[in-house]
């Protein structure tokens, strides 16, 4: 597997959202109820010429339940991507890359064997570094062949060398009746 690490690329932007509120003096009335309606005339024209905080607006609003929406009007203008000079930053970030299926089966085989350890039971599966039991497994397998050539006897064509096993097959060859 190869190593990596997570770089982040971050650019600090400026950007504007536009949003739109359509209100009505019917829903100015609404939200002032209480008020007179030179009052509300003379809020209505603060809000005609930007001269009321719309947060208070909201706010009381919401207090008599009345719900404003805002539309959103066109694409966020991203005006420092058209100018420049936006900030760049860089981080590392700690980077842990995804677990392979060969990993979690070993996380798995792990938690077996420590869940068999509890019970008093031996493990059930072998989880040392896959290397050593690579290389124990060529061991036994080298041990094996070195086992299985000493047992065979290798008989060249025309040696006397028989084994008893040999002599007594020729024996039981040469003792079988013939058809005639």
């Known amino acids: 597997m190869t190593v990596q690490i997570r770089v982040i690329k971050s650019e600090w932007h400026q950007v504007e959202k536009r949003y739109e509120l359509l209100i009505t003096r019917y829903e100015l009335d609404e939200i002032y109820p209480e008020s007179s309606e030179e009052e509300n005339d003379q809020l209505w024209q603060q809000l005609i010429d930007n001269d009321f905080d719309f947060d208070e607006l909201r706010y009381d609003a919401e207090l008599q339940e009345v719900y404003l929406d805002w539309d959103w009007l066109d694409e966020d203008d991203w005006w420092t991507d058209r100018k420049g000079g936006y900030e760049v930053t860089y981080s590392v970030e700690e980077y ?76 039981a060859e040469d003792d079988k009746p013939t058809k005639k």
């Open 96 to 171: 842990t890359p995804p677990k392979t299926d060969k990993d979690i089966i070993q996380d798995l085989r792990n938690e077996v064997n420590s869940l068999r350890e509890q019970l008093g039971l031996e493990p059930e599966y072998d989880t040392r570094d896959l290397n050593l039991r690579l290389d124990d497994l060529k061991a036994e397998f080298d041990k094996l062949m070195d086992e299985e050539e000493d047992e065979e006897e290798w008989v060249e064509v025309g040696s006397e060398e028989w084994t008893e096993e040999m002599a007594a097959a020729a024996k």
